[in-house]
């Protein structure tokens, strides 16, 4: 179900609210481990049939792959992907800039822990040979690429708002990273659901 994200009805601001549905709750979690509190952000898996609500991007995709098993979709890669958390690392460098009111004093560690990163995601997608398009090393989308595309997506759209750092165009230093995005780009899936730069 789609909602206006400008305007959230209060019955989806309440799904994480234990209530006589006794539905399970589960929650991201944080780098420690622990629930990660939710600020009413998409998406939210509702799984009416199984009584359990799902609120990470992440942990819906387990959920998935656990309980449903679309054929459609390949296995996973082997071993997590390195650098998985640029994104999050990012969001880091974006928080200490917009509290400078968009100076980039003590930005400097962050910037280089994002771009370490992004340097080992480029470097494992660099290890792709032949017809080989996705993490798992084959022309076959799997849901860790289903995981992932988000976050890449809007890490180079604040990358080049925040940084000017451009990770899709033919002169990033990120050259695979771009290289997938941009096949990605292409892909009726992406241009089906892709979102505004400005939602991002």
């Not at 898996?45 to 992440?58: M, P, T, Y």
């Not at 230093?173 to 780009?185: A, F, G, I, M, W």
């Not at 899936?189 to 892709?194: A, G, S, V």
Request: proline share 3%; with cysteine; glycine share 4%.
């Amino acid at each position: 179900k789609y909602i206006d994200l400008s305007n959230k009805p209060q019955s989806f601001l309440d799904l994480n609210k234990v209530n006589d549905d006794s539905f399970k709750i589960i929650y991201g979690t944080d780098k420690d481990g622990n629930n990660a509190e939710w600020k009413a952000s998409c998406p939210v898996l509702e799984d009416r049939k199984n009584k359990v609500r799902i609120f990470d991007s992440g942990k819906i995709c387990d959920y998935l792959e656990e309980n449903y098993k679309p054929a459609v979709l390949a296995k996973n890669p082997e071993q997590d992907v390195p650098g998985g958390d640029a994104f999050f690392k990012l969001i880091g460098v974006v928080k200490k800039i917009k509290e400078n009111n968009g100076g980039m004093q003590d930005t400097e560690e962050l910037i280089n822990k994002y771009k370490e990163s992004m340097s080992k995601i480029d470097a494992y997608l660099g290890e792709l040979s032949g017809d080989a398009v996705y993490l798992n090393k084959t022309k076959d989308i799997s849901l860790r690429d289903i995981q992932l595309i988000p976050m890449l997506h809007a890490s180079a759209i604040h990358s080049q708002q925040f940084l000017n750092i451009n990770v899709t165009n033919d002169k990033s230093e990120y050259k695979n990273v771009s290289k997938y995005l941009n096949y990605v780009y292409k892909q009726q899936f992406f241009i089906d659901n892709n979102y505004l730069d400005e939602d991002s």
